[in-house]
Nanobody, 123 residues
């Protein structure tokens, strides 16, 4: 069965960095776009970033553009989100999700998701 497992969350000070990882199994990872979403306390789910199946195309939401970098390693069935210049507004549960096709990188939908990892940015 499809499994997506996030890791790398934690508590960090404003301006700090974290690297989130998503380990995928149970499907042909290299055939699907992958995405990151987040949900802050009391708010809805927000699309953060997405990467095409080959990794050739990456897209970011405006709040994180220029601060974060998304990559994937199809040989290892993993995806990584390097987050820098973190701000308290970035505090949320972050989860990875599978896109519907190899190019579905920015639609705010998914068919499978992980349970998420908590990122807290606080002094």
């Amino acid at each position: 069965q499809v499994q997506l497992v996030e890791s790398g969350g934690g508590l960090v000070r404003p301006g700090g960095s974290l690297r989130l990882s998503c380990a995928a199994s149970g499907f042909a990872f290299s055939g699907y776009a992958m995405k990151w979403f987040r949900q802050a306390p009391g708010k809805g789910i927000e699309w953060v970033s997405g990467i095409s199946a080959s990794g050739s195309v990456v897209s970011y939401s405006d709040p994180v553009k220029g601060r974060w970098t998304l990559s994937r390693d199809n040989a290892k069935n993993t995806m990584h989100l390097q987050m820098t210049s973190l701000d308290p507004e970035d505090t949320a549960v972050y989860f990875c999700a599978r896109g519907g096709t190899e190019w579905d990188i920015s639609r705010p939908v998914y068919d499978y998701r992980g349970q998420g990892t908590q990122v807290t940015v606080s002094p």
